[in-house]
């Protein structure tokens, strides 16, 4: 019997992404133990083995070729100055690089920054950032605790992550620039020529959970003569599909079932719309996985 060379996947062991990535692979069809202790674990149904590492370490390792694909966050990817090929955006882990000031200073600008220590765990990008605006900073690598620099007097300003702002918020600092959009991503090396297909097969799979996941499918009934004025309301590229009921309406008039993929954030304004041109048994079901 010939073993099928496995790819190798490194994800994080720990930390924010740890969850979802183990989420999203399930959603994507891959079976496996999630006995985190291990570091490697093969998948039991896909040829692929599991990498787990921090999230830091996911770079250099698919960097380095000892794993062929990983998933990480788009900051560290963009700290670590390495060119990976990003293969798929997760649509988790979302955070922006925010530069942050003391919420009563006067700053507003990036040129405001100009002469300041900044302090932050993303050196490079920072350093990147503020050199492209031509503005000259001190830049402070820090490790951790970057929100807790200015109050210290170790720096002015910061430059760090920001989800919601609330940490942001309780260290007394103003978001006032955004430095990178970041989410997590599956990124790739130079992948070995023997698991290229089955590294296509895994980014395919997980492309269509991260696309149905943005995604619902859409079921309604109403009368046949309303079906232009919801066509209108759904939007999408596709036309809907409108199937005849073998039962007439109270009226006598003849109806139909209209299917439908819509946006998941589209719901909430298009619902009570639909329900106001006449639309009945309205459903909305999650969709596992989109190819379109
Ligand atoms: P970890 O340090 O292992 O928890 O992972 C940190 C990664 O999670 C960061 O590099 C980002 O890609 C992502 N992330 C998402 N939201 C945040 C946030 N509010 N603060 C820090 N990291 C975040």
């Known amino acids: 019997m010939t073993l099928e060379p496995r790819v ?62 990983g998933v990480t966050g788009l900051d560290v990817l ?10 798929a955006e997760l649509g988790f882990g979302r955070c922006r690089l925010a530069g942050a000031v003391p919420k009563d200073s006067p700053y507003d600008d990036p040129s ?10 993303h050196p490079r990008v920072t350093n990147r950032f503020f050199e492209a ?29 920001v989800s919601s702002g609330s940490t942001m918020m309780v260290n007394g600092l103003r978001p006032v620039v955004t430095l990178l959009e970041s989410q997590a991503v599956l990124v790739a090396g130079s992948v070995r020529p023997d698991v290229r297909d089955t590294v296509a097969q895994l980014t395919t799979m997980i492309r269509a959970v991260v696309a149905g996941r943005r995604k619902r499918y859409l079921l309604l009934n109403a009368a046949a003569d309303r079906v232009a004025e919801i066509d209108d309301l759904i939007p999408g590229i596709d036309a809907p599909s409108v199937v005849p009921l073998s039962h007439a309406g109270p009226g006598g008039e003849a109806m139909v079932a209209i299917h439908s993929v819509v946006d998941a954030a589209d719901l909430w304004t298009l619902l009570p719309k639909l329900s106001q041109v006449g639309a009945s048994g309205i459903l909305v079901l999650p969709i596992e996985q989109l190819i379109p």
């Not at 503005?135 to 620099?149: H, K, M, N, T, W």
């Open 78 to 87: 963009a700290e670590s100055g390495t060119d990976l090929e990003v293969l």
């Open 8 to 69: 190798r996947l490194a994800v994080p062991n720990k930390g924010r992404l740890e969850e979802p990535t183990a989420r999203l692979l399930h959603d994507a069809g891959i079976q496996f133990e999630a006995t985190m202790r291990a570091l490697t674990v093969p998948a039991r149904n896909v040829p692929l083995e599991l990498l787990f590492v921090r999230t830091e370490d996911v770079v250099e390792l698919v960097a380095d070729g000892v794993a062929d694909v």
């Open 133 to 161: 605006k031509g503005v000259d900073v001190q830049v402070i690598a820090l490790r951790g605790s970057v929100e807790v620099a200015p109050k210290l007097d170790v720096a002015d300003a910061i430059v760090d992550l």
């Open 112 to 121: 405001d920054f100009a002469g300041l220590r900044v302090a932050t765990s």
